[in-house]
């Protein structure tokens, strides 16, 4: 009985896993990238899958890993990510290996990506900025200083 009462809680207190496959658009419009996130499971004997197909991905099909980080919760979170075509006819997956989470990529692409060709480079006005402050201040040190020399 006492074990039951234990399960119980556990089942109760440990948050259900989430997975999200998704793709952005990237600089080469040719390509997009398909990012798999899962998050809440246990930190321990869990290995995160991405399938193309049947077939698993690993580093050297350009698999990029995070490795898994953790939650504020107790629960860890991984996520991995792979270029691909942007007409690819595949079908790609993820879900934790010794789980029953699986998610399948609905061939949707997100159009949020930055297009960093056309990116605004704000940090260029930086050194006019400056210049203009260096300015305004010769400046106001010469009126401060003729309007002390015309009073004395």
């Keep these: 009985m006492r074990s039951s009462s234990y399960e119980e809680k556990e089942s109760q ?11 952005k658009r990237y600089l080469n419009t040719g390509k997009v990238i398909l990012t798999c996130l899962v998050s809440g499971f246990r930190c321990i004997n869990m290995t995160v899958g991405f399938y193309r197909d049947k077939d698993i991905l690993a580093e050297k099909d ?3 890993s995070t490795g898994i980080r953790p939650n504020g919760d107790g629960t860890c979170q ?6 691909i075509s942007n007409s690819t006819e595949e079908s790609y997956s993820c879900g934790l290996h010794f789980g029953h989470l699986t998610v399948k990529w ?5 159009d949020l990506a930055v297009d960093h060709s056309k990116r605004h480079h ?3 006005l930086a050194p006019i900025v400056l210049f203009i402050l260096m300015l305004m201040l010769i400046w106001f ?3 401060k200083q ?3 020399t015309t009073e004395v």
């Design 13 to 23: 207190e440990t948050p259900q896993p989430t997975a999200a496959l998704f793709a």
């Design 62 to 64: 350009g698999l990029l």
């Design 78 to 83: 991984l996520r991995k990510s792979l270029d």
């Design 106 to 110: 609905d061939g949707k692409i997100w």
């Design 122 to 124: 704000y940090w260029l």
């Design 141 to 143: 040190t010469a009126v």
């Design 146 to 148: 003729d309007k002390f």
